[in-house]
């Protein structure tokens, strides 16, 4: 039975679009206070508009997280706003796919630079308080989900940045599971198929690509993938959902 989340407090980033912010929304619908995480401070303003029109408690943080300075600030002012830190979701992302001699090496840096650094530029700084909140909390636990993809279990043609970066947030998230299991905290990885999000749109001929290789088909949408972010999160102490992979019925 899901368990509610009233008390605790979650950190998403990515939130101004696709997963972050249905997950953002998911979250403090389960009873999380919820601090938002994105460089789009217009979007992030929406976001926090609705999770307070709902009812939610959130805090509006906007940072470059491949900054490593900025992302510790937004972990410390979580902390300071709320007092606590329970849940890091990891879902801010790049995908510059295409034939490789297209793409610059600079498309590749920046991928890395979101899909991984900025990931381990949150979680370093969380860890601390994420193991206290593990051992205080009423609920004896504590949760980091990253969201890698697909991408980080298959490589395919065209696609070995985005390959690399995700393949390395999987790695990442299973040597974290391990080391930290025996203090309850749960490290998960959820690695999605086609979502329909705007990471299709961050290189023009990307969604053309992905088209051309599985068809028309019916994708996932960001509420599906909040509703397995959720799951994880609202387990008992005693489950540990440690992968999710979860792709469109349809894509093979």
């Given at each position: 039975?899901?368990?509610?989340?009233?008390?605790?407090?979650?950190?998403?980033?990515?939130?101004?679009?696709?997963?972050?912010?249905?997950?953002?929304?998911?979250?403090?619908?389960?009873?999380?206070?919820?601090?938002?995480?994105?460089?789009?401070?217009?979007?992030?303003?929406?976001l926090?508009?609705?999770?307070?029109?709902?009812?939610?408690t959130?805090?509006?943080?906007?940072?470059?997280?491949?900054?490593?300075?900025?992302?510790?600030?937004?972990?410390?002012?979580?902390v300071?706003?709320?007092g606590?830190?329970?849940?890091v979701?990891?879902?801010?992302?790049?995908?510059?796919?295409?034939?490789?001699?297209?793409?610059?090496?600079?498309?590749?840096?920046?991928?890395?630079?979101?899909?991984?650094?900025?990931?381990m530029?949150v979680?370093?700084?969380?860890?601390?308080?994420?193991?206290a909140a593990?051992?205080?909390?009423?609920?004896r636990?504590?949760?980091?989900?990253?969201?890698?993809?697909?991408?980080?279990?298959?490589?395919?043609?065209?696609?070995?940045?985005?390959?690399?970066?995700?393949?390395?947030?999987?790695?990442?998230?299973?040597?974290?599971?391990q080391?930290?299991a025996?203090?309850h905290?749960?490290v998960?990885v959820?690695?999605?198929?086609?979502?329909?999000?705007?990471?299709?749109d961050?290189?023009e001929?990307?969604?053309?690509g992905?088209?051309?290789?599985?068809?028309?088909?019916d994708?996932?949408?960001p509420?599906?993938?909040?509703?397995?972010?959720?799951?994880?999160?609202?387990?008992?102490?005693?489950?540990?959902?440690?992968?999710?992979v979860?792709r469109?019925?349809?894509?093979?």
């Amino acid at each position: 039975m899901a368990e509610n989340l009233n008390g605790t407090v979650a950190l998403i980033t990515g939130a101004s679009s696709g997963i972050g912010r249905a997950t953002a929304l998911r979250l403090s619908s389960a009873g999380a206070s919820v601090a938002v995480v994105a460089r789009r401070d217009d979007r992030l303003e929406k976001l926090a508009a609705r999770v307070r029109t709902d009812g939610g408690t959130v805090l509006k943080i906007t940072a470059d997280l491949t900054d490593a300075a900025a992302a510790e600030a937004a972990i410390d002012r979580t902390v300071e706003e709320f007092g606590r830190l329970d849940t890091v979701v990891n879902a801010a992302g790049l995908m510059l796919n295409g034939p490789t001699e297209e793409l610059t090496l600079r498309d590749w840096e920046r991928m890395v630079d979101i899909n991984l650094h900025g990931l381990m530029n949150v979680t370093k700084p969380a860890l601390t308080h994420l193991v206290a909140a593990a051992e205080d909390s009423p609920r004896r636990i504590a949760d980091l989900v990253n969201i890698s993809s697909v991408a980080g279990r298959f490589a395919a043609a065209s696609t070995a940045g985005y390959n690399a970066s995700k393949f390395a947030v999987t790695a990442f998230s299973e040597a974290l599971r391990q080391e930290f299991a025996q203090r309850h905290l749960r490290v998960s990885v959820i690695e999605p198929g086609r979502v329909d999000t705007e990471l299709f749109d961050h290189r023009e001929g990307s969604a053309e690509g992905f088209t051309a290789m599985f068809g028309q088909i019916d994708y996932l949408q960001p509420d599906d993938i909040a509703e397995a972010v959720s799951y994880i999160v609202q387990n008992p102490r005693h489950v540990a959902v440690n992968e999710i992979v979860i792709r469109p019925s349809e894509q093979a």
